[in-house]
């Protein structure tokens, strides 16, 4: 089974920065596309951004000009760059993959753990 484990959440202030990353780690699969959520106190889960295989990138409104994502592909890890953030950024940070596994021979969707952004003052 593959799995994600995410790194690089923390406290920052308002404007600040934070690099996420999230690393794939197993035996014998492919990565699809990889993407990151979040989730709010009180809040559903919500789509930051993804980044498949061929390069397409998508953000969601709130991500767009401060947020890139990219990847490593040799090391089969994802990062997510946040920049100018703001308090309402502040949230558990989810990693996601689109993965085939071929050891089981069938397509995988992992989560990781999830690390915690905090934006305050």
């Known amino acids: 089974q593959v799995r994600l484990v995410e790194s690089g959440g923390g406290l920052v202030q308002p404007g600040g920065s934070l690099r996420l990353s999230c690393e794939a780690s197993?035996?014998?699969?492919?990565?699809?596309?990889m993407g990151w959520y979040r989730q709010a106190p009180g809040k559903q889960r919500e789509l930051v951004a993804t980044?498949?295989?061929?390069?397409?990138?998508y953000y969601a409104d709130s991500a767009k000009g401060r947020f890139t994502i990219s990847r490593d592909n040799p090391e089969n890890t994802v990062f997510l760059q946040m920049d100018s953030l703001k308090p309402e950024d502040t949230a558990t940070y989810y990693c996601?993959?689109?993965?085939?596994?071929?050891?089981?021979?069938?397509?995988?969707?992992?989560w990781g753990q999830g690390t915690q952004v905090t934006v305050s003052s």
């Open positions: 980044l498949s295989r061929d390069g397409t990138t």
């Open positions: 996601n993959a689109e993965i085939y596994n071929y050891a089981l021979g069938l397509s995988e969707n992992p």
């Open positions: 197993g035996s014998s699969f492919s990565i699809y596309a």
